[in-house]
């Protein structure tokens, strides 16, 4: 069986040991980068499954590499820092995170979150879901992880597509928060609401079209449905 491999974006020595020891005595395989100036090309050689992402790196910024990575790739994200504000949070997360850790952290939940994130960010081919579902113009192929608007490929990040496709799964039914974040993101996220605003808005700017019905619609202080639009 392939290993599973893991990018370490991480310049304190200590942090490296200890993720790098921990994650290989389970059978992943680390590559490290403790500037952040070689990830691209780490990337490229390696292909990683997941990238471990501290922001306060010493030759660049943690953010940039967010959105290069995200640019170029749908590995899983996910960021690893001290920086605790909810500013630096939902502004990693827009850059298209799938996740962010506190510092200092366990490797019991760094491992936790590891394996959600990799639940959203693969390929179920076990899953028996319908083939392809319209809404309006869109269209959904739960099979192939393809979204379409009139024949032209809409693109999306994993966790992006995790969540439309629990929407679609759940079509017109009110979802609370913590029901988003417990089946999309996994058991111990259901107080992380900010991840669900983000990831909404997110959709939306990807699939909605200015003038016409909205695709998701927000119950205040309730949650969010996917709703049809008339006459589809």
């Known amino acids: 069986m392939t290993q599973t491999c893991v990018l370490v974006v991480e310049d304190d020595p200590n942090i490296v040991d200890l993720v790098r020891s921990n994650l290989m005595a389970r059978g992943y395989f680390v590559v490290v980068s403790t500037t952040g100036l070689d990830v691209v090309e780490l990337m490229e050689e390696h292909e990683p ?15 940039d590499v967010c959105r290069e990575v995200r640019q170029r790739s749908d590995v899983g994200v996910i ?15 827009n850059l298209g995170a799938d996740d962010y850790l506190t510092k200092p952290f366990g490797i019991d939940e760094l491992l936790a979150r590891m394996v959600a ?34 024949d032209e490929r809409i693109q999306l990040t994993p966790t992006e597509y995790a969540l439309l496709r629990y929407f679609v799964l759940n079509p017109d039914a009110l979802l609370s928060y913590e029901q988003i974040l417990r089946d999309v993101w996994g058991r111990g996220y259901e107080n ?16 909605e079209v200015e003038g016409q019905e909205p695709l998701i619609v927000t119950e205040p202080r309730a949650g969010y449905r996917l709703v049809h639009p008339t006459g589809s």
Do not use: C, Q
């Open 49 to 63: 499954s997941i990238v471990l992402l501290d922001l306060m790196l010493p030759n660049t910024d943690g953010f």
């Open 192 to 207: 992380s609401r900010e991840y669900v605003r983000v990831y909404v808005g997110r959709l939306r700017n990807k699939l």
């Open 79 to 93: 960021v690893v820092s001290a920086r605790t504000s909810e500013a630096d949070k939902v502004r990693a997360l």
């Open 117 to 150: 994130t990799l639940r959203r960010t693969r390929i179920h081919v076990d899953e028996p879901v319908a083939s392809v579902v319209m809404i309006g113009a869109l269209s959904v192929d739960l099979e192939a992880k393809l979204v379409t608007r009139n």
